[in-house]
């Protein structure tokens, strides 16, 4: 009898958000379905776009091909370099069906909802339809990313390191500027006012560690950008709070879960991201008042006897867009601030 010395690797559900953006998704899953790992299956939730993303997915998976505007990246590898045009097993299923595991030769799940409920949202129908008990592993990732061929096996190693890791990031680059660092992993907390600053910004990409510890001693949470846990996290600590819409929903996460996770980072695990490559510093202007919103919320929450500085903060990043002349944030804020929003 011959017996297979191949370790068993532990199942993964990757779980992507897409609303409006079925481009940058199809290069996400151009790259996520190249990965080393083969445990992987793949839920993408449509939050109900009106750009025909899942027509667009579907028909892309039937017959996969690169786009030429896609840039080479590190380490990164495509199916379209592998076996162009090659079929994907998919598979299509309403927000209101029941889970079931997919059928043999499914790759990738497309979740149609009905309407856009926001970011975790679509992260707990993801994991509803794909089942907890099913997979060992979530993997949250978000559609506008390209994958390092190794990067789910760098995060699911770190993961399986220490007791009592709930949270692993990446280590997150530009897409448009490769060298530089969005995030190694997550961000501090600022306690005073709620804000946060994702470590190791606009450093260049090779002073990012080799070794996580330096960095996991200031995480507060990690970045939904590339955020894996276990099944035993989302079953103890629950699913992602549903009330922020946009923003803060992993910090939410994580301090519900402290005293029994705590965050981790993978420094080997590379994703390049491509939103908010032109200022690390600057939240997009159409996502200003979910950002602002959501951390007066999580501020309210968390830390109430910190709402007045909370609030006073956000004064000063009103004079400050005020002068930059960034007006929709003006905006936002001033509704924010005024108790509109």
């Known amino acids: 009898m011959v017996i297979s010395s191949t370790p068993i690797q532990p199942s993964v559900a990757a779980v992507l958000v897409n609303w409006n ?17 083969v445990s992987l299956q793949v839920f993408v939730v449509d939050n109900g776009s009106n750009d025909g993303s899942c027509r667009h997915l579907s028909s892309w998976l ?38 079931a595991p997919p059928p043999d030769g499914c790759r990738v799940t497309l979740i149609r909802a009905a309407d856009n409920r926001g970011f975790a949202a679509g992260c707990n129908l993801g994991v509803a339809l794909a089942g907890l008990e099913r997979f060992d592993y979530f993997w949250f990732l978000n559609p506008d990313t390209a994958v390092a061929r190794d ?37 501090r907390l600022d306690v005073s006012n709620g804000s946060t600053r994702h470590i190791g910004a606009g450093q260049p990409a090779d002073s990012a560690p080799l070794d996580g510890v330096e960095v996991e001693a200031q995480l507060a949470y990690v970045v939904g950008a590339s955020m894996l846990v276990p099944r035993e996290f989302i079953r103890e600590v629950g699913p992602m709070s549903e009330q922020y819409f946009l923003y803060y929903e992993e910090i939410d996460w994580a301090i519900r879960a402290r005293g029994r996770y705590r965050p981790a980072y993978a420094p080997r695990s590379r994703v390049f991201h491509k939103s908010g490559a032109n200022s690390s510093k600057v939240v997009p202007t159409r996502s200003a008042h979910f950002y602002y919103r959501s951390r007066l919320l999580f501020v309210s929450i968390h830390l109430p006897q910190r709402i007045g ?33």
């Open 21 to 37: 953006g079925w481009r940058e998704c199809i290069e996400c899953l151009d790259t996520l379905l190249a990965q080393d790992y």
């Open 62 to 99: 039937n017959s996969p091909q690169a786009d030429p505007g896609w840039r080479p990246l590190p380490n990164v590898r495509r199916i379209t370099g592998l076996a162009p045009g090659e079929p994907v097993g998919h598979r299509l299923l309403e927000s209101t069906d029941a889970p």
């Open 151 to 187: 990067a789910l096996g760098a995060l699911i190693e770190r993961a399986a390191a220490g007791n009592g890791i709930g949270m692993v990031g990446s280590t997150l680059l530009y897409y448009s500027n490769p060298n530089v660092i969005e995030a190694l992993g997550g961000a």
């Open 309 to 341: 500085a909370a609030r006073r903060s956000l004064v000063w990043d009103l004079l400050r867009h005020l002068r930059h002349r960034r007006w929709g944030h003006v905006r936002a804020l001033g509704r924010i601030l005024a108790g509109l929003e």
